[in-house]
């Protein structure tokens, strides 16, 4: 496994695996473009990809300008091998080397995701447009679990 930055050129695969995805899945995946995608890795805040014999299997992108994860994905042929953790760590490092502001996510609730987050020392802040879960992460939270 390699885990590096995510470039532009990452997209399709980045798509492959956003469309592959079991839970959390796009009402219409229209609605996320490669555009999007682009404006994400390279001007709002930057991504991460895990590659396995050249194909992207996960990624993650963190957002400054909104304070949020935008997205943290692994292919489901790729689940519980600790890829999902290590490209949050790979995230959270650098978003809260980059300010001290509170970042957040939603999530569906009742899923692995949720559980996902939770055990990485996010707090639930209830309800996000009445289908997701809000989960924050502080600075002082994020640097008291990874001292060392």
């Known amino acids: 496994m390699i885990f590096r930055e995510a470039t532009p050129a990452d997209i399709p695969q980045i798509q492959v695996v956003r469309h592959a995805v079991k839970e959390n899945t796009l009402s219409d995946p229209a609605l996320v473009t490669d555009a999007d995608c682009e404006d994400y890795l390279t001007r709002r805040g930057k991504g991460w990809v895990c590659e396995c014999e050249g194909q ?20 489901p042929d790729y689940e519980a091998q600790g890829i999902g953790k290590h490209l949050h760590d790979l995230m959270l490092q650098w978003y809260f080397s980059q300010t001290s502001e509170m970042i957040w996510l939603g999530t569906s609730p009742g899923t692995r995701a949720a559980v996902f987050y939770a055990r990485q020392g996010w707090k639930s802040d209830g309800e996000l447009r009445g289908k997701e879960l809000r989960f924050e992460m502080r600075r002082e939270d994020w640097a008291q679990r990874h001292v060392g």
């Open 56 to 75: 992207v299997v996960g990624f993650s992108i963190g957002d400054l300008q909104a304070h949020n994860v935008w997205a943290l994905f692994v292919h």
